[in-house]
């Protein structure tokens, strides 16, 4: 048995994942760990996938709603989807079968601001919270739990579940104590006290999860990767954007919007937010700060090479190499780095009061601004909206970033009129594609429709848009922010059609 689990009582309590799997019963809610593709349970779910798989096979009914950080893996999302055993799956996910699943309406999904999520679950509107399923990478003699490689909802399940199942998975690196910062303040209102961080370097709470070792049923010792996905070489679209970013740094420095450290950073997942990084690697600055949900590769090597000072989020999302060189260098990085809770990561009053600069990615941006970061032509999901808007709404200036136009040209990503909303048009401050950037502070709505055909349309697009906005401003029946609402979203449908948005 692992060295890692020091508490008598929780030794005894060692079992297979298929045993403890036995707990989670037909109708349940379940909280998972796991964000972004780490920390998530190894072996539980891919055992009560099994059981799940098992029971419809005898003509059971056995479903479960599901609860995590955000994203999980294929031995977790995929399984439990691809067993049909998931009634409804909150805040976030982005695997292909939960996906599927999702959109072909036999998944209920509840996209929902990942701040948010422990709040509406504490406040009760998903029921009891039944079992807790967590990976942590050490029990301590005392029964307190060394969080993994991230940190979620992990605390909130922990309080919240009437049963626990722990894993304690080897794989994750001892150096890993120490690196947590798990905040115990937090209440509901009307007791809610300020959140006292005013640098992304405090540390406010406590390395460790609580947990009483009563509610504790299962434990299952695991030795398995996080789904550390392949990194992949940033393409020309993702410098080119990363490039117009770093420039309006220098430009914002120089209007002494941003001193010489800029604001904290937050950068979304993907290529484009390591070409970010990577931009600001080759760049003047250092000693920047990151206030931020995931730390990826660029994120790193922007720590190694003192561009960055620190970075705070709440989990991390690795490439295989990348988590193979922080496993070896833990201790390197542990003054460098704070994984709190998603909570507190993404708390909207320390996005307002550090004053982040927040980068996320999107799908569409209208001529007025508002983006729309999640649903494939107004109907599929795609991913979720993530933590994009806890950060974007309080931020000091929101970026929002995509190549202007997917599926090889025939999507353009700047529409007339966005199919889904998540951001507004009042929480949009800059768009940024490989065409350009498109200022959008202290514009009016006519004014910004301008600025972004100019700046960020791709040229196969840019008069067809052009047109769209000429005639809105004759025809429209106001003139505040003008439309054809015949005709605003026949973009998308002539895409459903024809497979192509542009004109014949
Ligand atoms: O599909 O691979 O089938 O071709 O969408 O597009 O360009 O690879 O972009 O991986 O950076 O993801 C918004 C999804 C962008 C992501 C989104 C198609 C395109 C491709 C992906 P294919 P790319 P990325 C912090 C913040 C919300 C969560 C968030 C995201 C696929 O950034 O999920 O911000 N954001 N979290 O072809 C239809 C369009 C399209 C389109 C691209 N306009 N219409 N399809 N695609 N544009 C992190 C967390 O919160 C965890």
Known sequence: MSSRIQHAGLRAKVMSAQEAAAFIRPGTTVGMSGFTGSGYPKAVPLALAERISAAHARGEDFRIDLHTGASTSSEMDGALAESGGVALRTPFQSDPTMRAKINAGEVEYIDTHLSHLAQTVWNGFYGPMHTAVVEVS???????????SSVGNNKSWLDLADEVILEVNSWQS???EGLHDVYYGTALPPHRQPVMITDPADRIGQPYFECDPAK???????????RNSPFKPADEDSIAIAQHLVEFFEHEVAAGRYDERLLPLQSGVGNIANAVMAELVKSRFRGLTAFTEVVQDGMLDALDSGTLSMASATAFSLSTEAAERFNANVAQYKDKLILRTQEISNHPELVRRL??????????ADLYGNVNS????????MNGLGGSGDFARNAFTSFFLTPSAAKGGDISCIVPMVSHVDHTEHDVHVLVTEQGLADLRGLSPKQRARKIIAKC???????QLQDYSDRALKESSGLHTPHLLGEALSWHQRYLDTGSMKQA
């Not at 999640?374 to 999901?381: A, E, R, S, V």
């Not at 349309?457 to 008069?463: I, L, Q, V």
């Open 138 to 148: 050490a029990i301590r003699e005392d029964g307190t739990l060394v969080p993994s």
């Open 174 to 176: 001892e150096e890993l």
């Open 216 to 226: 504790v049923v299962a434990v299952v010792e695991t030795h398995a990767p996080d």
């Open 355 to 364: 004053g982040i600069l927040a980068m996320n990615g999107m799908l569409e």
């Open 374 to 381: 999640t649903h494939l032509m107004g109907t599929k999901m």
């Open 457 to 463: 349309a791709h040229p196969d697009y840019r008069d």
